[in-house]
Structures are given as structure tokens and as C-alpha cells.
């Protein structure tokens, strides 16, 4: 566990040891639950009123950061990682429009409604469970601002299943998930952590919030992986087939008779040429180009997507895996808006 993990638990047991009403702890927690989807809340409200004031926008993406790295397996860094993603979104070396033409200082193609504070909120005592609740409760206020869309800059890969939860029960029915990964995430509970990182995708499968999950860049997985994989119907493509499997996925059709695509791309689904900045450094994996041209070839209604596991602390001196993580947001942003 993080430095920054343990402050808030030890916090807790100190307090629990003092004989420090529970009562007194858990409406002190309310309050700062509550203040904090209050700030989203008010964020997403004037981001949308000004979308919607603009005009012209059927879909519009919204950065919603989730900072928690407290569930992976190796190294907490992704908690660092949304405000660097979003300093090399608007870094002074490239310009600010997508590689299709759509420009990203228009808020009708992209606005931003902050962070949930996951350390604030752990430090106040407040348990996985709940603040998973507080997780989708802001995706959910996101996408009660219509059109704007929630873009989720992770964060570890555990933020996916709240995330997409709440995606789904406000959608009122599952989606497709295209998810790029050199790992599946579907381990039941890995290291005993129902949360974990490494599971994820078992959360959302169990919840029935995804009628399909396509995993792409596969290529450390476990038997339990594999396993996990025919439980729950999942359509694997490991790297080791990529070359047999490229035209397909890049010729991807998704969503018809659900509630739209999730995308979920975590940075090591690239090879570490291309990403060397992220906790599970996999060689062998896709090459940037290779995932845009599955991003960009993919015909289906993109409703919302994340973007995992850009770790800051084992970037290069010059943030190049921030640059990449942020032209992945770019271009996710362009798929989700129009």
C-alpha cells in the first residue's frame, strides 16, 4: 500500500482506538462525500449549460479524473497521473486538434468537470465500497448534463468497474466494451482485493454490465485468465495472434442493440518503446498506430471510455508517455463527440 493509502487507514485506527464514535466518524464522512460529488455536480452543471448554450452538439466529451492508485498490484503512480495527462493535452508542442479535424478547444468537443478527491475522501476513513459508490455517482452526474459524455482519466485499472457501472445503470442496460490491455483483469479477486486492479473486468461481467468484452494486446495472462475468460464469454486477441487478427479488429462493429461502447484502454496495451511509463512493463505489445487504427476504424456509438495505468513516477525526463496517454485522450475524445 502507497504512502498516501496508508495515511487515511492509519488515521482510521487511530481514531478507532481513541473510542472515537462511529457516528461521529461516519456523518463527518457523509459531509465530505457529499461536498465533494457537490463540486462535480456544479462543475458538470455549467460545463453542460455552456455546451448546450453553444449548440450544435450531439455528444460531447467530459474529463472526469479518478486519481486512486491505492488498488494496484505493483506501484500506486497512476494516482498521479490525471494532471500530467492533462498538462500534455494542452502542452505547447502540438496543436489542439485531433488527427481528424476536430478541434479540442471547442467545449462542444471537449470540457473538463475536475477530479474526484480519492485521497481526500480515503483520508476522512471512507472504505473501497463506498467510495466506489462515490465513483459512479459522478459518472452519473456527468451524464445527467446532456450531451456531455464522461472521458475518465485513471487511475489505476480499478476505477473501470464503477466507472462503467455507472455507465450502464444510467445507460438502463449494458454495453460493449472494447478494452486494450496487456492484461485481461478478470482474475476473481486478486491477492484477495475484489477491487484489485487485475479485477476489473470480473466486476463488470458479474454485474452485467457488458453484453461483450473484446480484450485486445493480451499477452501476459494466467490460466485463471483464461478460465475467467470462457466463464464469462469473453473474446480474447492475444498479441501472439495480432498478425491473423488485425484486420478484424481493425474493422471492428460495436453496440448494435445495446446501450452504446465502452472503451477502456490502459497504456500498456502499447509496447514499452512506445509507453515505457507504466507500472507492468510488457514487451511485445501494439504499436501506437496500431491503436488508432482500431480506435479510429471502429463504427459504433462510443458513449463513454477511460484511459488506465499511465504511471508518472517511471516516465522519461521529457513526460513522453504523457504525451502518448494524452493523444490516446484526443483521440477518444473525437470518437465520443459529434
Not at 494486446?217 to 466463464?231: L, M, V, Y
Not at 488506465?308 to 508517455?321: A, I, K, L, S, Y
Request: aromatic content about 6%; proline content about 4%; hydrophobic content about 40%.
Amino acid at each position: 500500500m502507497s504512502v498516501i493509502g496508508r495515511r487515511g487507514v492509519h488515521y482510521w485506527r487511530k481514531l478507532n482506538a481513541a473510542n472515537i464514535s462511529t457516528a461521529l466518524m461516519e456523518t463527518g464522512q457523509n459531509r465530505v462525500i457529499d461536498a465533494s460529488l457537490t463540486l462535480i455536480r456544479e462543475r458538470a452543471r455549467l460545463k453542460g449549460e455552456l455546451v448546450r448554450a453553444l449548440g450544435g452538439a450531439v455528444a460531447s466529451s467530459s474529463l472526469l479524473g479518478v486519481p486512486l492508485g491505492h488498488n494496484s498490484s505493483f506501484l500506486q503512480g497512476p494516482a498521479f497521473a490525471p494532471p500530467r495527462i492533462r498538462e500534455a493535452i494542452w502542452c505547447g508542442s502540438t496543436n489542439s486538434t485531433t488527427e481528424g479535424g476536430k478541434e479540442l478547444s471547442d467545449p462542444r468537443v471537449l470540457t473538463d468537470v475536475g477530479d474526484v478527491p480519492v485521497q481526500e475522501i480515503r483520508d476522512c476513513g471512507v472504505d473501497d465500497d463506498r467510495l466506489m459508490n462515490v465513483i459512479s455517482e459522478s459518472v452519473k452526474l456527468v451524464m445527467e448534463e446532456d450531451p456531455l459524455r464522461p472521458l475518465v482519466l485513471g487511475g489505476d485499472h480499478s476505477i473501470s468497474f464503477p466507472v462503467v457501472r455507472a455507465v450502464s445503470e444510467k445507460l438502463g442496460g449494458p454495453v460493449d466494451i472494447l478494452h486494450l490491455d496487456a492484461h485481461p483483469d478478470i482474475y476473481h479477486a486478486f491477492e484477495g482485493n475484489k477491487y484489485s486492479h487485475a479485477s476489473s473486468f470480473a466486476r463488470i461481467m458479474e454485474g452485467g454490465y457488458a453484453r461483450r468484452l473484446l480484450q485486445v494486446g493480451i499477452r501476459s495472462i494466467t490460466s485463471e485468465g483464461r478460465k475467467q475468460a470462457k466463464r464469462f464469454g469473453v473474446e480474447q486477441f492475444e498479441m501472439r495472434t495480432f498478425s491473423r487478427d488485425r484486420q478484424l479488429l481493425e474493422n471492428l462493429k460495436l453496440g448494435e442493440g445495446v446501450k452504446g461502447v465502452y472503451i477502456s484502454i490502459d497504456v500498456d496495451c502499447l509496447d514499452p518503446a512506445f509507453a515505457p511509463g507504466v507500472s507492468h512493463i510488457e514487451p511485445g505489445g501494439l504499436s501506437f498506430r496500431d491503436v488508432l487504427n482500431i480506435l479510429h476504424n471502429l463504427q459504433g456509438d462510443v458513449v463513454a471510455g477511460d484511459v488506465v495505468e499511465f504511471n508518472p513516477q517511471r516516465d522519461t525526463v521529457d513526460g513522453m508517455t504523457a504525451m502518448v496517454a494524452a493523444k490516446l485522450v484526443r483521440e477518444l475524445t473525437a470518437k465520443m463527440s459529434k
